[in-house]
């Protein structure tokens, strides 16, 4: 299993960026797949989860409004959409799945929110 992020880098507050994570190794479209962040000090928090059924999404509060977890399974890649991005948003953003109770994490792409 592997995922590679890719999409981060310097932003004005209230930019947009859009992430990309593509997985391979495994069955993309059988998981889901979530994005987590991780300020250097803090422990890593979950951000958005794209399963599976139906195109069903769930956001924490700190994502609702601003980010879209989107994916395609033809490309295996999920997506995070981030707009109205704010100084606290900067942190390290990695991709997830769980497969068979085994943890799988990308490296992870940084994400800079400043003037």
């Known amino acids: 299993v592997q995922l590679v992020e890719s999409g981060g880098g310097l932003v004005q507050p209230g930019g947009s960026l859009r992430l990309s994570c593509v997985a391979s190794?495994?069955?993309?479209?059988?998981?889901?797949m979530s994005w987590y962040r991780q300020v250097s000090g803090k422990e890593r928090e979950l951000v958005a989860v794209s399963f599976t059924s139906a195109g069903s999404t769930y956001y924490t509060n700190s994502a609702k409004d601003r980010f879209t977890i989107s994916r395609d399974n033809a490309k295996n890649t999920v997506y995070l959409e981030m707009n109205s991005l704010k100084s606290e948003d900067t942190a390290a953003y990695y991709c997830?799945?769980?497969?068979?109770?085994?943890?799988?994490w990308g490296q992870g792409t940084q994400v800079t929110v400043s003037t």
């Open positions: 190794g495994f069955t993309f479209s059988r998981y889901a």
């Open positions: 997830y799945t769980t497969i068979s109770g085994n943890h799988y």
